[in-house]
DNA sequence: ATCATTTAGTTAGCATAGCTAACTATATTG
DNA sequence: CAATATAGTTAGCTATGCTAACTAAATGAT
């Protein structure tokens, strides 16, 4: 299984590189567009990776123009938020995404189909016990 | 079920971070212990990634110890093999993350051990097709 | 048989992504 | 007000992905 999902991943990411953006930048602007606006450190965290590391994720995605900084009552902190264009791009994606694994899944029978069905329900519940 | 995927993997990398080899250095490995010995295209494709980032991949598993490059009658190819150094650490890996999906599988019931089941053989088929 | 082409890998150079250690700036607390 | 804690950033390392350009070996065409 832990095969077979590595590679899954690997063929999604094919379709996601035509987006012209790195996985990491496109991980985390996910969590923005469809999570809503958050920290730094509540991203990092969302994406199990370390504060330096999506310093520097956020700092492509914000040169890019796919994200904006903005000052919160706290000096600390910042607000993290998708721009328009950033929001546009990752709906792109998705659609891209969505149609790859459509196409895998549109020659299997109704069965295996809801095989799959069940099991997409049940992942998140499996990942968050991990 | 692209999100749960994504974050699936994660978590499992991070067992994997004790092995103290990269994950694309840990995955390619992989192929050539349960999969056998094979040359350095064949292995690349495998991985989904280009020759150039194979043979790096290969040298630091081979500066490592952890497989050998062999000669074979076409003088153009070479035959990667694991080493027993390369063997044991790989299935010790196996045996991490076997522990940590089992324990996130064990609290679920008979009813979805047995989905999960069914999708693990199922998704090696979708990955085919995508 | 030789010269051109194809095939397998490598080297060089670039970008992204992960980490830790060390720093700055702002809040909080004693 | 001084000490500490918290949020991010900067610097510097490694690993991993790519393309372009190279070497060496095999294949093929005349």
Sequence with gaps: MHSAVLHLLRRLRVRD???GIGPAQLSALSV???GGPRSLGELADAEQVRPPTMSRIVSGLERAGLL???ATEDGR???LVATTKGTKILWEGRKRRVESLAHA????GEV???RVRELAELLPEIVRKI
């Design 17 to 19: 590189r035509e987006s």
């Design 32 to 34: 923005l567009v469809f």
């Design 68 to 70: 904006k900084r903005e």
């Design 77 to 79: 902190r910042v607000r």
């Design 105 to 108: 899944l549109a020659s299997l």
């Design 112 to 114: 295996e189909k809801g």
